[in-house]
């Protein structure tokens, strides 16, 4: 069973600033098989990156995704004031199904 | 559009069977993989299961006990009961498309288990 870790658990940063968070899993796993989301309070998550890299329907180019092994990472290039939010990583395996990290939280500073 | 919305009692009982439905508006319902997702208040994600558009199933393990999916095409419907609930199973449900990736949501629904 693949175990999704993420970090930080929080990251405060400012509007404008550069956000990274980071998902490492338990062993190493396809990148076609890793996605992120973002989840504002109240609202269901939104799909973000999908195969690790690939930006979903509508999503701005700001968001990067990276990564591959057991090491992916999420990149905000700029933070705008509707990007505090929870974000989490997810995998999807043929055994274990749909497993999520824990989530980062970015939060204003 | 793809719309899914969720829909079911807000309130189970200790030990009853709690039991949600899932319908679609924008598409048809065989052409998509369907999951329920799971998030406790201030907690993360837990994917509960799916229903393939042939009615086969993939269930999480720790929930397989206790789990039935079913879909109707007819009604453009999928539905989710889980068994013997306890106040661990207060959650927001969420329904969910996809395989790998889980790209349309529900806008979920709060179901608490209490006396």
């Known amino acids: 069973e693949i175990v999704l870790t993420q970090s930080p658990g929080t990251l405060s940063l400012s509007p404008g600033e550069r956000a990274t968070l980071s998902c490492r899993a338990s062993?190493?796993?396809?990148?076609?098989?890793l996605m992120w989301y973002q989840q504002k309070p109240g609202q269901a998550p939104r799909l973000l990156i999908y195969?690790?890299?690939s930006r979903a329907t509508g999503i701005p180019d700001r968001f990067s995704g990276s990564g591959s092994g057991t090491d992916f990472t999420l990149t905000i290039s700029r933070l705008e004031p509707e990007d505090f939010a929870v974000y989490y990583c997810q995998h999807y395996g043929t055994s274990a199904g749909v497993t999520f990290g824990p989530g980062t939280k970015v939060d204003v500073k | 559009q793809v719309q899914l919305q969720e829909s079911g009692p807000g309130l189970v009982k200790p030990s009853e069977t709690l039991s949600l439905t899932c319908t679609l508006s924008g598409g048809s319902i065989i052409s998509f993989y369907w999951n329920w997702i799971r998030q406790p208040a201030g907690r993360g994600l837990e994917w509960i299961g799916r229903i393939y558009p042939s009615g086969n199933t993939f269930y999480n393990p720790s929930l397989k006990s206790r789990l039935i999916m079913s879909l109707d095409a007819s009604k453009n419907q999928v539905s989710l009961k889980l068994n013997s609930v306890t106040a661990a199973d207060t959650a927001v449900y969420y329904c969910?498309?996809?395989?790998?990736?889980?790209?349309?949501w529900g806008q979920g629904t709060l179901v608490t288990v209490s006396a």
């Open positions: 062993q190493s796993v396809s990148s076609d098989s």
């Open positions: 195969g690790a890299t």
């Open positions: 969910a498309t996809g395989d790998h990736d889980l790209d349309h």
